[in-house]
């Protein structure tokens, strides 16, 4: 059912709901809660002094708002509660005022102090009930938790839904009814009531999965591939002509690739090592051996700025092998673009490294042989299949710099070979990692001032593109500030965070190549695949905020060269955890105790396989739910049950029709 033609949903609501990737009823069903509030309504005489609580009251003034500075405000009134006078306080709520009406029946949620006659909210509730269980959404601008219960309410009881569980499986495990558990889900009225839901519709999520991925398998194992006659010597030829030496995990990855590309069968090989491991070079060697058998390589970056990375590294490296390497992106000159695709087509391009614009219709290769995509999470699916769809049945090699603990690994990437890269190679220097408290920031600043004046470039990483009012919480903004106090305004300081365009990021990011900028002060975006040799230092504010990969993967930006990198966590938080960081610079290492720690939402952000993502399920936390989906789903294919089922059917069909 389309969202319109849910009672409660106009244009502006729908509008806001599909920036939350709800676009049909069945999105806003399947938008399950991340926690739940379990309200216990207590009379305001049984409240201990600063216990958290919620009460009922009666608003008895309608109150006043104050402005403390930009973006804070306080919000205070009086109410009372069995005969008890209090003042109430609530932060960041100014447009609450005009709903406190005088004599108007509310629930506080907060602290309550008995002997100062005050209560501290946190939240306010305008809808009376009895003791509860509140569903928590993440949400967007514009949308309440309150509108979107509603409407999720709304859906539940005017949308239809298919069970994608197997009747068989349904009754192994004793499943709830799926539109039980959505209800459960959703609305729930006890605890056991949220762990049925939860189980039910983790076990669909994760069967549904493993189901797309054993078939992809399937069919990858069997697909016929591109049969080249290279010679295993091969490998030295290419390696006497590096300038370093391979580690032992490089040469078993080139060995692996050799392997596949000499077969009989298409290569469908994730390299998977960790930050500065040297997945590249292992990439090269197999667009070497593509040149060598006539064919044509496509190597496709989530960024301009990474795909310029790319072919500057490749081009040098490549042209010992007379290997005619160009460059494709969205903001070349029209004229350089037609030259580009003319080679192309007449197989003067022998590798062609770009952005998604390698997918745009007008590409047109002569004798595509090789696909391989950096960072293949960043792409859709259907990305990856349209450019791999422009060869006749090319090889295709996926990189990714997020490790992974192996069992994950081999479970969520089935459908794939698996090529681990561990060891980084020689010459790189350990990242020195400290945790530092902020009481403690005269020590970070100090150091960035001696990597100044040696002339070495720094990143500044903040959670936070904007203040959120919080005192806690630095903003990218926040820290341009501090920064230019700190350095008196004498440093060259850029700003780089998700909201710019694509245009604006490049600049700033070219400049800061250039070493025109100094100190890069960032969100996350700088997380994956920039590399300047000449940064030696990453200063992470409310490092607490992000898991161990994602820090592990942001220290990955500095240590790109011989010199000495520091990293530097700024937290007064969650010490002992952040000390791991301290302990190690193994990425497989830190993502095990990110999975023991945190779980795995951090590591994998979105998965996809055709357009499966995980809204409900936690691959650490639902691990054994995710074997059992496995093996059953493995059974479901073998036993071809799956011909009488239409949803299984049609993914059969689409997986058929995109490879």
Known sequence: ????????????????????????????????????????????????LDENCTIKATIIDSGRVQYIKRNFNRLTFKAISDNAIFNVTIFNRAFLKPNLTVGKEIVLMGKYNKLKNSFVASDIKFNIFDNKIEPI??????????????????????????????????????????????????????????????????????????????????????????????????????????????????????????????????????????VGSGKTIVATYAIYVNFLSGYQSALMAPTEILAEQHYKSLKDLLQRFNINVALLTGSMKKSEKNKVLEDLKNNEINLIIGTHALISSNVTFNKLGLVITDEQHRFGVDQRNTLRDKGITPDVLYLSATPIPRTYAL??????????????PKGRREIITCVKKEIEIKDVLYKMLEELKLNHQIYVVSPLIE??????????????????LAFNKQVKIGILHGKLKNTEKDEIMQKFKNGEIKILISTTVIEVGIDVPNSTMIVIYNAERFGLATLHQL???????????????????????LKVLEESNDGFYISEKDFQMRGSGDLFGVRQSGDMAFKIANLKNDYQILLKAQEDSQEYLKTNAYKDNEYYKNIVETINFIN
Request: proline residues 2%; positive net charge; charged residues 30%.
């Open 1 to 48: 059912m389309e969202l319109k033609n849910i009672k409660g949903i106009g244009p502006t609501l729908e509008k806001k709901l599909n920036n939350l990737g709800i676009i049909n009823s069945n999105d806003l069903l399947e938008y399950y809660p991340y926690r739940y509030n379990f309200i216990n309504i207590i009379p305001i005489s049984d409240v201990s």
């Open 137 to 274: 959404y993440h949400l967007v601008d514009g949308i309440s938790n309150s509108i979107l219960i509603k409407v999720i309410n709304t859906a539940l009881n005017d949308t239809k839904t298919t069970d994608y569980i197997p009747s068989k499986y349904v009754e192994k495990y004793h499943f709830i009814n799926k539109d039980i558990a959505l209800k459960y889900i959703h609305n729930p009225s006890s605890k056991n009531e949220i762990k049925q839901a939860q189980i039910r519709l983790k076990y669909e999520e994760l069967f549904t999965f493993m189901f797309k991925i054993n078939y992809l398998k399937a069919i990858n194992d069997k697909a016929k591939g591109l049969k080249r006659e290279v010679s295993i010597t091969s490998k030295d030829d290419f390696m006497k002509f590096l300038s370093f030496q391979l580690t032992p995990d490089q040469i078993k990855a080139i060995d692996d690739i050799y392997q596949d590309l000499t077969s009989i069968n298409r290569m469908n090989r994730l390299i998977l090592g960790d």
């Open 411 to 424: 479970t969520i990437y089935g459908d794939l070979n698996l090529s681990l890269i561990k060891t980084k």
């Open 467 to 484: 203040n959120n009012n919080s005192d806690e919480l630095k903003s990218v903004f926040d820290l341009k500030e501090k920064m230019d």
């Open 555 to 577: 220290r990955g930006r500095v240590g790109r060269s011989d010199l000495q990198s520091y990293c530097y966590l700024v937290s007064n938080k969650d010490i002992e955890r």
